[in-house]
């Protein structure tokens, strides 16, 4: 017997993912984003290219508690700055850094194994 993780009790679900689109939930996104299992984290604003990504931004984004935060570079893996990867130390936390369809998928298997998971979409 196989059995299937339902998406439907999570509260965020990717749908879909390519190059400049995401579909979270039924709702397209043609801009960067971030998110967690549990929502669309609009308070968190992601400048308009990774490279750009701030320790304040990795900040916010360790001030929402989560186990794991993935950085989706867009279509490339890229390494981020070290500055970066020092900010989320101070809380304990590591960036998981790979190319934006990786982090997707990442992000629904975790998210599915009730982790709690902050998500960072550079399209």
């Keep these: 017997m196989q059995f299937q993780q339902d998406p439907n009790h ?3 679900h990717v749908k879909s ?10 709702q397209e996104y043609t801009e960067n984003i971030a998110f967690s299992s549990e929502q669309i984290l609009t308070d968190i604003p992601l400048p308009k290219d ?17 186990e794991v935060i993935i950085i989706g ?13 020092v900010e989320a130390a ?4 590591t960036l ?15 998210a599915a194994e009730g982790r709690k998971v ?4 550079f399209l």
Excluded at 73 to 85: E, R, V
């Design 10 to 12: 999570l509260n965020v």
């Design 17 to 26: 993912y390519q190059a400049g689109k995401i579909i979270i939930n039924d």
């Design 50 to 66: 990774w490279s750009n990504l701030s320790p304040e931004t990795i900040k916010q984004l360790c001030d929402t508690t989560p």
């Design 73 to 85: 570079t867009g279509s490339a893996f890229q390494i981020l700055p070290t500055k970066l990867l």
């Design 90 to 93: 101070k809380y304990h936390l």
């Design 96 to 110: 998981d850094v790979m190319d934006s369809a990786a982090a997707c998928r990442t992000f629904t298997v975790l």
């Design 118 to 121: 902050v998500t960072c979409i």
